[in-house]
């Protein structure tokens, strides 16, 4: 797994200890600071690990201060970020299960050096539970789309998270009057008309540019509820220019 790291002066010892923790398990670590224990501002360290795991550039994000409070504050700014401040394995464990939690924060002043291996630990291999935690990230991350400006604002893929958001091409949500609507995550676009809707899967390969499953027009009517058999070229039609400020690739199977 390839993990961005950072921390303020305060977390500067166990950020060094952690990422020769993380090294001895086969993971690839890139540190973006901060280099001693000389007083800095945080957000000038973290906010850039939380850009390159939003750009996809990572798959996790791992941040330290004194608290942790800050740290994950900053990095909840930035699009598809979701930091999780925790404390123990219990809240290491469902940051992942429940919230899909891609980026950690730790308190270096609150927590042992041993508690805080631990903890990354369990973040790092507990599996997401998805169901109904997929639904209520979908719903966080579609407000935060709804309130962006434009595509410039758009710092990468939603990673995750959630990176789930509702789509139009100026980053807002779409017209009522075009009767649909969109949900966009790291893990799906579901298009939904009323009651109907029809799911695709994307695959999180935290590359650019992100992979969108589209079932071919050979399997098109086999894979697709009857309503939506005979409409799949103005089905795409709607969804890929909503999409387009995301950079992602379309393929057939």
């Not at 360290?45 to 996809?56: D, E, N, Q, T, W």
């Not at 924060?105 to 997401?128: H, K, Y």
């Not at 410039?152 to 998270?161: D, F, K």
């Not at 579901?190 to 992979?211: A, C, I, R």
Request: hydrophobic share 35%.
């Amino acid at each position: 797994m390839k993990i961005a790291i950072g921390s303020d002066h305060a977390g500067f010892k166990y950020k060094e200890k952690i990422k020769w923790f993380l090294a001895e398990r086969g993971h690839t670590v890139d540190d973006f600071g901060t280099d001693s224990e000389e007083p800095v501002d945080y957000p000038l360290f973290i906010l850039p690990v939380a850009k390159a795991l939003s750009r996809g550039t990572y798959h996790r994000g791992i941040v330290l201060g004194g608290s942790g409070n800050g740290e994950a504050i900053a990095a909840n700014r930035i699009p598809g970020i979701r930091c999780a401040l925790c404390w123990n394995i219990e809240t290491a464990r469902l940051a992942r299960s429940h919230n899909d939690a891609n980026m950690l924060s730790l308190g270096a002043r609150l927590i042992s050096i041993e508690q805080a291996m631990e903890i990354v630990d369990t973040w790092l291999n507990t599996p997401f539970d998805a169901g109904r935690h997929l639904r209520r990230i979908g719903q966080i991350d579609q407000e935060t789309c709804a309130d962006r400006d434009g595509p410039e604002s758009h710092e990468g893929p939603p990673r995750p998270p959630g990176k789930t958001m509702a789509a139009e091409g100026s980053g807002k949500r779409t017209k009522k009057s075009e009767n649909y609507d969109l949900l966009i995550s790291f893990r799906s676009i579901k298009y939904m008309e009323g009651k109907n809707s029809l799911e695709f899967e994307v695959e999180p390969s935290m590359k650019k540019p992100t992979v969108v499953h589209v079932p071919s027009p050979e399997s098109w009517k086999a894979e697709v509820p009857a309503w939506a058999t005979d409409r799949r070229t103005e089905i795409l039609e709607r969804i890929k220019p909503k999409c387009s400020h995301l950079d992602w690739e379309w393929k057939e199977h």
